[in-house]
């Protein structure tokens, strides 16, 4: 069955610091893949998504992402996270239509 | 262009009782899929609809239902409430949903916060 880890539950990091927010997914085909953000108290933004062509995908806020298929992984990357980057991660893989499974989620604190 | 709506965005509801949920979509947006959110289970899909039929659905009980309109609205039903129900329900909306894996974005709205007491 399809499936999205993510092994970081929480993450903390410094303003100014790089951000790598790792993801590994289990799906037979090539994946669609998402990362999404939620905020407190609100809804899923879409930062980035993956399909296909170029394997290093830019996505809003300045975040990025590498689909390696040899390792089954989407990490999703900052080079200098903001405190108001701090919020939850959500990594998804489509598996029909617009059926998304997420993982678990990772929430990242910023430190000042 | 106004984002996916939902309401209400908090309802408190009692066990037994049952709930309706309210999701406007994007204009324009044909398609509208529903998700619970709980801190156990984490994000997990319940259905898509797409120009008013269910497309796909997750592995929920029947109390769960859901039904789309003629202007892309989708309304979703929980009967018989659980305390276990109680959830974040998110809606999003994409504007198609005809291929076997969609490359639209989905937009999602702010959720309704349901607590069953």
């Known amino acids: 069955a399809q499936s999205v880890t993510q092994p970081d539950i929480h993450i903390t990091v410094s303003e100014g610091a790089s951000l790598e927010l790792r993801c590994n997914y289990s799906?037979?085909?090539?994946?669609?893949l998402f990362w999404y953000v939620q905020s407190p108290g609100q809804g899923l933004q879409l930062l980035l998504k993956?399909?296909?062509?170029?394997?290093l995908v830019q996505g809003i806020k300045g975040f990025e992402a590498e689909f390696k298929r040899s390792q089954s992984s989407f990490n999703l990357r900052k080079p200098s996270v903001h405190w108001s980057d701090a919020a939850e991660y959500f990594c998804?893989?489509?598996?029909?239509?617009?059926?998304?499974?997420f993982g678990a989620g990772t929430i990242l604190r910023v430190k000042s | 262009k106004a984002g996916v709506t939902q309401t209400p965005r908090y309802l408190i509801k009692t066990r037994g009782q049952q709930v309706t949920l309210s999701c406007s979509p994007i204009?324009?947006?044909?398609?509208v899929s529903w998700y619970q959110q709980t801190p156990g289970q984490g994000l997990q899909f319940l259905f898509e609809?797409?120009?008013?039929?269910?497309?796909n659905k997750g592995n929920f009980p029947g109390r769960f239902s859901g039904r789309q309109f003629s202007n892309s609205r989708s309304e979703m039903n929980v009967s018989t409430l659980e305390l276990g129900d109680s959830a974040l329900y998110l809606c999003?909306?994409?504007?198609?949903?005809?291929?076997?894996?969609?490359?639209?974005?989905?937009?999602f709205g702010p959720g309704t916060r349901l607590t069953v007491l």
């Open positions: 999003a909306s994409s504007l198609d949903g005809t291929g076997p894996l969609n490359t639209d974005t989905q937009y």
């Open positions: 799906y037979g085909a090539t994946p669609y």
């Open positions: 993956y399909f296909s062509g170029d394997t």
């Open positions: 998804a893989v489509g598996v029909y239509g617009n059926k998304l499974v």
């Open positions: 204009s324009g947006h044909r398609s």
């Open positions: 609809y797409f120009s008013e039929t269910q497309r």
